[in-house]
T-cell receptor, first 113, second 113 residues
Framework: KQEVTQIPAALSVPEGENLVLNCSFT??????LQWFRQDPGKGLTSLLL?????REQTSGRLNASLDKSSGRSTLYIAASQPGDSATYLC????????????FGTGTKLQVIP | DAMVIQNPRYQVTQFGKPVTLSCSQT?????MYWYQQKSSQAPKLLFH???????NEADTPDNFQSRRPNTSFCFLDIRSPGLGDAAMYLC????????????FGNGTRLTVT
């Protein structure tokens, strides 16, 4: 059974700091890994998707990396802003035709002005 | 715009009174997912459809059932809601390929009185 863990569970940083969020998974047989953000009481917004054959993806101030063999992904946020405050979730899609997607435990980020 | 639509946004039901949540998509995706998300927790997969194949998670209560009458629509039926079933219910869709992201609806927030 796939287990997805995110560390840290919560993070508070001053505005302008660069930060790294971590996601680890136990079964490396995956199709892709997707990062989301979720604002309180809202739905999920997709940030980045990395296919299993890729090492990293970038979008604006966000950079996500994937090391499939070691079961790890990181989300790097450059020059953090108060508007980045949200919960960040990673989700892993299982390979093998089953299409199951398992979410990580989430990291709650607060960027202090 | 192609999208995933969940109705209603807010649903209030009484303890033990059956309730149905709906999800529709215009993306023509062949995979549809139902997630349950309780406050401050990660989304938990209840079940998903890969085309017409239904995949139920082992720990999904029998109280929860689903129907997918066609590609576009998927329903979540809660036969006898308990207070512990109060949560946000999220529907997501995807194509069955490694480069296809999950697309989420805005969710239905269920209250059980």
């Amino acid at each position: 059974k796939q287990e997805v863990t995110q560390i840290p569970a919560a993070l508070s940083v001053p505005e302008g700091e660069n930060l790294v969020l971590n996601c680890s998974f136990t079964d490396s047989a995956i199709y892709n890994l997707q990062w989301f953000r979720q604002d309180p009481g809202k739905g999920l917004t997709s940030l980045l998707l990395i296919q299993s054959s890729q090492r990293e993806q970038t979008s604006g101030r966000l950079n996500a990396s994937l090391d499939k063999s070691s079961g790890r992904s990181t989300l790097y946020i450059a020059a953090s802003q108060p508007g980045d405050s949200a919960t960040y979730l990673c989700a892993v899609r299982q390979a093998g035709g089953y299409q199951k997607v398992t979410f990580g435990t989430g990291t709650k980020l607060q960027v202090i002005p | 715009d192609a999208m995933v639509i969940q109705n209603p946004r807010y649903q209030v039901t009484q303890f033990g009174k059956p309730v149905t949540l709906s999800c529709s998509q215009t993306l023509n995706h062949n995979v549809m997912y139902w997630y349950q998300q309780k406050s401050s927790q990660a989304p938990k997969l209840l079940f998903h459809y890969y085309d017409k194949d239904f995949n139920n998670e082992a720990d999904t209560p029998d109280n929860f059932q689903s129907r997918r009458p066609n590609t576009s629509f998927c329903f979540l039926d809660i036969r006898s809601p308990g207070l512990g079933d109060a949560a946000m219910y999220l529907c997501a869709t995807s194509r069955a390929s490694g480069n296809s992201p999950l697309h989420f609806g805005n969710g239905t927030r269920l209250t059980v009185t």
